[in-house]
């Protein structure tokens, strides 16, 4: 390789890139105005806030049978800051849906608690209650208010802690009346007291986002200069043109990749001196209980870590350019890339997640958290050591792949572009596949973020379902004019298929459980968290038929249609059969969104996408995985925890699901079209 050659190739690269505006304000400006602008963000809105609620008088209503003792409790004490104000109304929920008052008090004796309780006894068998267990003959005060309005929220917690201060009052009073030789405060007294100090703390925080910032920054900045490097020149002829010149494709390769690891250690540089700047020398007001130092140590150890970071994620920039056959195509295969990155760098936000476990091997991930314990002050070196050792070695294959992908002259040149536009149809829709599901998670996390009424549990899930994965697959059958009939593999299986997806729904169960437990290893996941997904998942308002419907049925056949239908059919020349079962497993898992759920579900993606390819229907997957979603749900009901049973009856699930998935094997009619060894990509 010549070096001088490789000089003026990144010269005239940088050149290129220094006038291209947007690289310069992604890159550079970008960052340097978004960390004061979030930390002013941040503080107007709690001042705001602050403000709001101590001007607000909360309105609420009183009803039930103790109603007469919560309001002389409320009458009995003063509460400096905090306005309230009851309304007499006919119907207290109506008014609470009509918003006149912010929440209501139902006062229940303890007969009339005792039934309530009665009545939810099988929600509490499915989940904990969030407040202690009532002892009998105490009567009951429910505090209603409505989650989505900030002022009902936190007019309830205020509200809760008062009449909390106004109970433990008014036990007092009765224990002196009695007798009590000494005032109940005076029996001890409850401090809180941090052992970690405030920098500790603080440090904690901010190292929790610090690398999801990173790598977003990175991404949007690298992403102009990396897209418009390969697949913009791709598209204008000039990078077909570079190729006739003397210089060899090795060194043009290396420019290529030098020069977008200058942005993206420029942006490095910009984060790391946004610290300094708004951090150590104070330039900008922090909350108050934020004291922040961050020393050489800390910092060199921090660089070390992103630096990988940006080489790793720059290579992966480069590979997508030149998988993609232009600049607009680009762009469209970003998004999914964006999405994948930043779920691991999210690790560090997860409670109870350590360097000290299997997450030190997962790239990004591992990154994520050693910079939180770094400016938490936490150094423990052989774990950050092996940390960085991880991710120098993922940068270095990453780099070597995106190498081989721009040496190969059929992914450097848009030759091929064209003869695919002409073909129009599926030949097209294989290079457009991608594109629309980007376009999907898109619109799945934009919904799910800008619209209210999509929050609830029925209209969130109808609209994913119906709308989007049945609607979705559907219009792109039409646009595409693709045969019904393969694209949604509209097949019938032999016979022997059906019992052995019976047997193999609690049996891939029991394996998907197992496999939950190892991804614990890595991700590990709090408890508190898996049981706020499973209220959420089941929520105590719906009867059983609808979510046997919603949960089972309706996600059965609308994510089958979706990614066993123009999903699997659009890749299948594109991948070879284990290649393709991975892709499409993983892009079922993302589209779960959870970060915790995303290997359990990318398992049950591959599960379902090899039975599609095995059995070339769609109709096996759809039992499958309605089938196994009913069959949680139905262990749900039941209290029966199988995420708490021991390995061997994880590896006994899994050799029947083995047993299951031969016999499938054996009653095999793969499905057509298949991209074999040695067969061309299209």
Known sequence: MNRASVRILFLHEMRMLARDRRTVILALVLPLLVMPLMLYVVRSIERQRARSLKETTFRYALSGAEAGTVRRLIAARSAPGLRLEELPVADAEAALRARRIHFHLRALSAAEAAALEEAEVEVSRRRPREEAARPAGVPLVEIRFQGDREESRAGAAAMREYLLEAARSERDRLLRERGWAMDPADLFRLERRSVAGAAQAAGSQIGKFLTLFF???????????????????????????????????????????????????????????????????????????????IGPAALA????????????????????????????????????????SLVPAVAAVLPGVSLRSAIVLVPLANVSVAVREVLAGRFDWPMIALAAAVMVLAARGTMRFSTRMLSDERLITAAD??????????????????????????????????FPQLRSFRTQLLFNELVLFLGGSLLMIWKYRLPVR?????RRPRAAVWPAVVAAVPAGHLAAAGVFRLADLVVPVPQRLLEQFGRELMPADVPAWQLYLFVALLPGICEEIAFRGPLLYGLRRRFRPATLVLVVGVIFGVFHIALFRLIPTAFLGMVLTALALLTGS???????????????????????????????????????????LYAIYRARTPYPGLRWAGAPRE
């Not at 020149?233 to 060899?248: D, F, H, I, V, W």
């Not at 994620?313 to 994948?340: G, H, I, M």
């Open 215 to 293: 790598v977003m920054f990175l991404l949007s900045g690298g992403s102009v200069a990396a897209l418009d490097s390969v697949a913009g020149e791709k598209e204008r002829g000039s990078l077909e043109t570079l190729l006739t010149t003397a210089a060899r494709r090795s060194e043009i390769v290396a420019a290529k990749q030098l020069a977008i690891l200058c942005v993206a250690l420029a942006i490095l540089l910009v984060n790391v001196l946004n610290i300094l700047a708004y951090v150590n020398f104070k330039l900008i007001e922090l909350p108050a209980d934020w004291e922040i130092a």
């Open 486 to 490: 393969d694209a949604l593999a509209l």
């Open 301 to 340: 150890v921090m660089v070390a870590l992103l630096i990988p970071v940006g080489v790793f994620l720059s290579a992966v920039l480069l590979s997508l350019s030149a998988y993609a056959r232009s600049y607009k195509e680009a762009q469209l295969y970003f998004f999914p890339v964006y999405l994948v």
């Open 417 to 450: 572009l064209d003869a695919a536009a002409w073909a129009r149809g599926p030949a097209l829709f294989s290079r457009h596949v991608f594109a629309w599901y980007a376009v999907m998670a898109a619109v799945l996390f934009a919904a799910a973020v800008n």
């Open 618 to 660: 769609i109709f096996p997957g759809m039992l499958l995985h309605a089938g196994n979603n009913a069959y949680a749900y139905w262990l749900a009901r039941r209290n029966i925890l199988v995420s708490e049973w021991s390995w061997g009856w994880y590896a006994a699930g899994a050799a029947v699901f083995a047993a299951c």
